[in-house]
């Protein structure tokens, strides 16, 4: 995520002397979702929501306390008011003393920095962390009941998020904002503005309008874009490594993941710690961007002992079964066709489900690949994988290398780094990580995984561009062209969400924009109406 803030520090400094008022907090009474036998305890949850990976992305005391950019003269709505988060898909948790006590919502947390590199240092104290589950929970509603998918696809929109917190820096310039604002933050102004100012002379690169980005919107993100520019081209102010994020992906699942021979859409990553490395600092994990990144001393700061409890946790999750007491128990005769169905239009692909491992085993999962011709689904998330140059040389490295083979290199040195400290260490990262070595590929190829719990998971296609699986098994043409995306309630009949319309705070999802296309898949394409329904039901009971 990008915070390009533009705010003069002399202005800043001439109005910081002015203190106002600080608005009432908003506060909403979270839902209650019925949570789903998955595996986890509630004590396992409620930790996933909040543990901290050291990702930093935001100072906190200014998140708590900007106010929504855009409003109606006279309205200072607070861009971390519950109803605005939940707007952008954030789910809602109660505070708690022990682990919530600002009532965030899943995924975000306060976490202490004091760090003296690249963005952290221009605020010593308390940042906004982003963690796992705010990409990775999801949640359904059907007919006012909410429905908990621990590891599903959450509905976040961080893009959203971003602009608001981008828009809110840059209206610090009028002077009655920014008296609200000090107010709210109670520190000296001095610390406040020289911060602001810090911000304000961060590297940044302006947009190219020859190549546009790609709006994410609701429940996606260039992952891989954004974590590399936030990686190896902002902090060591090196243009050739910066790109505009034209490659948005659907959050994916979580659940079996730990066991798969390679993750990622295109198969990219065999290792699980340096998969969960690379993400962790990716989300703007503290680094020092020098030298040290491509050797054997790297100074960071992510917290590798919740990396590692994030990682075996999520061996024991299950995939959500389908709740037939709030959506009705699918037709079990129905189902019965729709296994032949699925053997004859599906399994070549997709296993219907894995065997169940014990907890924590090692049993793999060979997930199977299909290259970009044969499966048509849209290239962009795999091509910009396997085609995207680095550049090294400002901190000591080869001018040109494969950005996952860079990948490689520092997510290896903070692993080496972690398990030659102790012998614990060495055990505890041989379990994680069952014999896969740290290994990453550029593959023109997306994978096909087990799609036991498939029905959480809506919209489809790596990239999201399928509302529904009824739609999935339509012909690319029949497909819809643009939907609402953002909508929580559930068509428990087509499986996906109520997309044809739009709903307050929707984004509109345009299949003819670079990187959405929702063509490919063609899959099931030719079944007849009643062969096509049989399979979704028989894929109701994965």
């Known amino acids: 995520m990008k915070f390009d803030v533009r705010v003069p520090l002399i202005a800043i400094a001439a109005l910081l002397a002015v203190f106002l008022f600080a608005a009432a907090e908003d506060k909403t009474t979270p839902d209650n979702p019925v949570h789903l036998q998955q595996g986890w305890s509630a004590d396992t949850a409620d930790r996933f929501h909040f543990v901290s990976q050291g990702t930093a992305i935001f100072p906190y005391e200014w998140f708590l306390a900007l106010e929504q950019p855009g409003q109606p003269s006279g309205q200072t709505a607070l861009i971390s008011a519950p109803e605005n988060l939940q ?20 995924g975000l947390y306060k976490t202490p920095v004091d760090f003296p590199d690249g963005k952290h240092k221009c605020w010593k104290g308390n940042w906004l962390g982003l963690g796992c589950a705010g990409c990775h929970t999801g949640q359904v509603s059907y007919r006012g009941q909410q429905i908990r998918i621990e ?48 911000f304000a002379a961060l590297p940044s690169f302006p947009p190219d309008p020859q190549n546009p980005e790609t709006p994410a919107g609701a429940g996606r993100l260039d992952a891989h874009g954004e974590g590399l520019n936030q990686l190896l081209a902002y902090p060591i102010n090196e243009a050739r490594n910066y790109a505009p994020r034209t490659a948005p992906v659907r959050y994916p699942p979580l659940w079996d993941t730990p066991r798969f021979s390679w993750v990622l859409y295109n198969g990219s990553i065999r290792q699980p710690f340096t998969r969960n490395l690379i993400e962790a600092l990716g989300v703007q994990a503290p680094m020092k961007h020098d030298a040290t990144m491509i050797t054997a001393d790297v100074t960071h ?6 990396v590692v409890w994030g990682q075996r946790a999520l061996m024991d999750l299950r ?27 599906c399994a070549n692909c997709h296993d219907p489900a894995p065997a169940v491992a014990a907890p924590g085993a090692c049993d793999e999962i060979q997930v199977r690949m299909s290259d970009l011709k044969d499966i048509g689904t849209d290239p962009a998330q795999a091509t910009t994988f396997a085609n995207r140059r680095i550049a090294l040389s400002k901190i000591g490295g080869p001018d040109d290398i494969a950005n996952y083979d860079a990948a490689k290199i520092v997510t290896g040195n903070v692993a080496d ?28 190829q997306y994978r096909a995984r087990p799609l036991n719990g498939i029905w959480a998971t809506a919209p489809y296609l790596h990239n999201g561009s399928v509302p529904s699986l009824h739609d999935l098994l339509l012909p690319p043409e029949q ?22 319309s739009e709903t307050p705070g929707a984004f509109k999802f345009d299949t003819t924009v670079r990187g959405n296309s929702n063509a490919g898949h063609i899959y099931g394409t030719d079944l007849t109406e009643d062969d096509r329904k049989a399979l979704i039901e028989y894929l109701k009971t994965l």
């Not at 707007?87 to 965030?104: C, I, K, M, S, Y």
């Not at 400290?421 to 550029?442: H, L, V, W």
């Open 417 to 444: 780094q972690w398990i030659a400290k102790s012998r614990d260490n060495a055990a505890t990262a041989a379990a994680i990580n069952c014999g896969r070595p740290n290994e990453y590929r550029g593959l023109l």
């Open 319 to 345: 995939s959500p079964r389908w709740p037939d007491k709030i959506f009705g128990a699918p037709d079990l005769k129905l189902a019965a066709l729709g296994q032949g169905v699925y053997a004859k239009a």
């Open 87 to 106: 707007r952008l898909g954030f789910l809602a948790e109660p505070a708690r003393a022990t682990d919530n006590p600002d009532g965030l919502p899943a």
């Open 301 to 306: 700061a992510v917290q590798m002992e919740n």
């Open 151 to 198: 590891g599903g696809p959450s509905h976040i929109d961080i893009g959203g998020l971003t602009t608001q917190l981008f828009g809110a820096l840059k209206a610090l310039s009028d002077q009655q904002v920014l008296g609200r604002f000090m107010a709210r933050v109670k520190l000296p102004p001095p610390v406040v503005g020289a911060g602001l100012g810090c």
């Open 479 to 500: 497909r819809p062209k643009t939907f609402f995306v953002g909508n929580w309630e559930f068509d428990p009949v087509n499986v996906g969400y109520a997309m044809a």
